[in-house]
């Protein structure tokens, strides 16, 4: 069974960090353009940051931009964020999901796996 699982999720104050992991179990998402979203209650779910599978391009959403980065590594191909300067606008459930490789890479419809997302909340 194939398994998207993140942790790093917490409770920081305003202009902290934190790093986020994705860990896949099952296989390896090597040739996988990989992604991280979030979703606010009452909200979409929204692209954050992204890399592509040959990890040529990497994408970042306008309100992250300079503040959170995306990258790729290790033996089973994890993906990490690193979220500096965090807001409390920036509170939210994150997910890490996989597409398979061309896929466009800021859209959330063609990621076919997803994680079960971990807890991000920034207090002011």
């Known amino acids: 069974q194939v398994q998207l699982v993140e942790s790093g999720g917490g409770l920081v104050q305003a202009g902290g960090s934190l790093r986020l992991s994705c860990v896949p179990s099952?296989?390896?998402?090597?040739?996988?353009?990989m992604g991280w979203f979030r979703q606010a209650p009452g909200k979409e779910r929204d692209i954050v940051a992204a890399?592509?599978?040959?990890?040529?391009?990497?994408y970042s959403a306008d309100s992250v931009k300079g503040r959170f980065t995306i990258s790729r590594g290790g033996a089973k191909n994890s993906v990490y964020l690193q979220m500096n300067s965090l807001k409390p606008e920036d509170t939210a459930v994150y997910y890490c999901?996989?597409?398979?490789?061309?896929?466009?890479?800021?859209?959330?419809?063609?990621?076919?796996?997803w994680g079960q997302g971990t807890q991000v909340t920034v207090s002011s």
């Open positions: 099952g296989r390896t998402f090597g040739l996988y353009t």
């Open positions: 999901a996989a597409a398979p490789a061309g896929a466009t890479i800021y859209a959330a419809r063609e990621y076919n796996h």
């Open positions: 890399i592509s599978w040959n990890d040529a391009t990497t």
